[in-house]
């Protein structure tokens, strides 16, 4: 079955830049959005943003300006990075991904294990 | 404050039917936009439980069943089960903000 595998550094200082990686298994990379959340105690889970397979994007404005995500298709492999990063940023990320055909009715099906990503001086 | 509203927590006990309600508004869930229900174990990423308002991908128990009505959803779970203890989000898209919004979620006790 389809597994999406994540890896990725989980401490960083503040103003560093927060880099992930996410690959996919078992399935087509192509007909879905790729999509990278994360949750925090505070505020719960949070969409960051996400790419299609072509490479098209879509970022929650209040992370736009920080946020980058691109993809590798040869390689079944989609990236995160959230520059200049703050204590606020300390979270577990999560890839996962969405029917692009049924975008709005499919669900997000598939989950990677999650990383914890910690900010701190 | 998430844009989805849940109850923190709810509770049953073994064999009773508890029902977790999602509250939006009409850019997200009263706009026709599908509702999505995880449920998240802890330590565990989220599962996809219910999609597109009440329907079940394969393996999820026929007790568990979605529905939705103007601007809100319901998760309702019928035979409860020490195994059903765990969070449950909703979630949905939201025209406004261009984007995938979840709610707070809410503790199931069982």
């Known amino acids: 079955q389809v597994q999406l595998q994540q890896w990725g550094a989980g401490l960083l200082k503040p103003s560093e830049t927060l880099s992930l990686n996410c690959a996919m298994y078992?399935?087509?990379?192509?007909?879905?959005?790729w999509i990278w959340i994360r949750q925090t105690p505070g505020k719960g889970l949070e969409w960051i943003g996400e790419i299609t397979h072509s490479g098209s994007t879509n970022y929650k404005s209040s992370l736009r300006s920080r946020v980058t995500i691109s993809v590798d298709p040869s390689k079944n492999q989609f990236s995160l990075k959230l520059r200049s990063v703050t204590d606020a940023d300390t979270a577990i990320y999560y890839c996962?991904?969405?029917?692009?055909?049924?975008?709005?009715?499919?669900?997000?099906?598939?989950w990677g294990q999650g990383t914890t990503v910690t900010v701190s001086s | 404050q998430s844009v989805l509203t849940q109850p923190p927590s709810v509770s049953g006990a073994p064999g009773q039917t508890v029902t977790i309600s999602c509250t939006g508004s009409s850019s997200n869930i009263g706009a026709a936009y599908g509702v999505n229900w995880y449920q998240q174990l802890l330590g565990t990423a989220p599962k996809l439980l219910i999609y597109?308002?009440?329907n079940r991908p394969s393996g999820v128990p026929d007790r568990l069943s979605g529905s939705k009505s103007g601007t809100s959803a319901s998760l309702a779970i019928t035979g409860l089960q020490a195994e059903d203890e765990a969070d449950y989000y909703c979630q949905s898209y939201d025209s406004r903000l261009s984007g995938w919004v979840f709610g707070g979620g809410t503790k199931l006790t069982v």
């Open positions: 597109g308002n009440s």
């Open positions: 078992g399935g087509s990379f192509s007909g879905f959005h």
């Open positions: 996962t991904r969405n029917s692009a055909a049924d975008y709005y009715f499919s669900g997000m099906d598939v």
